[in-house]
């Protein structure tokens, strides 16, 4: 994001740098691949390990919970993370047969900057008279992220960049929650790894 001509000043000075390091880690054969070529290093420095999660308070049996079907998003709320997709692409699902009571919950960190972002969406679902089928859930502490996991039926986090990590991912699926995700950064490799999801174009 920086203007030039310091981008490029700087991207030359970091090449220059790396050349005295010995090895890196990337979270992703993505990001690796990404990487030497965006460092003009070999790729064969980059190690790749994939992120883990501190399983204590996961897992263990998903409450019987009678409910409607639910979408779940858990991740910073902005539009890289791209939520506006997810909105989208619930206003759309809910125009099938059979999804009349279906919903979406949202939670994850939200910033100042992203207010309006956020306040926009939810005006959105609310002139499409959807409001009544979304809720928000402010970033909670661990328990209550576990119990979040809980209430929804899959995950999306529909980033519009490609993202290294994916760390929601697994969150998901260490709580019992399949995922839908682009097919895009680290998450084709997260997926077959687990066969915890779909890919979507």
Known sequence: ALPETHR??????????????????ATSNYYADFM???LAIPRSRIHVVYPGL???????PRPEQPRPFTIGYF????????????????HLFKQMP????????????????????FEALRKKLAERRLEEYFCYVQAPDHESKVRFFHSIDVLSV????????GLYVLEALANGVPVVQPRHGSFPELLEATGGGMLVE
């Open 8 to 25: 490029s000043r700087c991207l030359a000075l970091v090449r220059l740098h790396c050349r005295q390091i010995d090895g890196f880690v």
């Open 36 to 38: 030497a070529d965006y």
């Open 54 to 60: 501190n399983l204590a308070g996961y897992g263990g």
């Open 75 to 90: 991740a910073r709320i902005c539009p890289e993370k791209g939520l506006h997709v997810l909105t989208e692409a619930f």
């Open 98 to 117: 059979g999804t009349e009571q279906c919903r979406l919950h949202v939670s994850g960190w939200l910033g100042s900057a992203h207010r309006g972002y």
């Open 158 to 165: 529909p980033t519009t960049y490609r993202e290294p990590k």
